[in-house]
């Protein structure tokens, strides 16, 4: 069971801008498929977006689509969500997840019913104010 450690959240007005960051010591982090995904106030767990393995595909849900980037840097083991123009509806935990099939990705309307949360950290808190 590899662990995965996210920190970065916070509470920040509406408009402004939070990175979040995950990592692991996992060895083969590099070879996953990487996503975020994120729990609002009494509702589901939803996601976010995803990472292949080489960082050169994304993909986003729509509601954060052109706000927030997803990016990674396997050499230092690390996953990020750089989140701009927060809304008070970004507020939620959010979760970084690993897919530990090595090397895939899929096409854009296939990835979140393909992605297999193989792996989950422990969240982090992420409050957006009106």
């Known amino acids: 069971q590899i662990r995965l450690l996210e920190s970065g959240g916070g509470l920040i007005q509406a408009g402004g801008s939070l990175r979040l960051s995950c990592t692991s010591s996992?060895?083969?982090?590099?070879?996953?498929?990487l996503a975020w995904f994120r729990q609002p106030p009494r509702k589901d767990r939803e996601f976010v977006a995803a990472i292949r393995w080489s960082g050169e595909n994304t993909h986003y849900a729509d509601s954060v689509q052109g706000r927030f980037t997803i990016s990674r840097d396997n050499a230092k083991n690390t996953l990020y969500l750089e989140m701009n123009n927060l809304k008070p509806e970004d507020t939620a935990v959010y979760y970084c997840?690993?897919?530990?099939?090595?090397?895939?990705?899929?096409?854009?309307?296939?990835?979140?019913?393909?992605?297999?949360?193989?792996?989950w950290g422990q969240g982090t808190q992420v409050t957006v104010s009106s």
């Open positions: 997840a690993a897919d530990r099939r090595t090397g895939i990705w899929w096409r854009d309307a296939e990835v979140i019913a393909r992605f297999r949360a193989d792996y």
């Open positions: 996992d060895r083969a982090f590099d070879t996953y498929t």
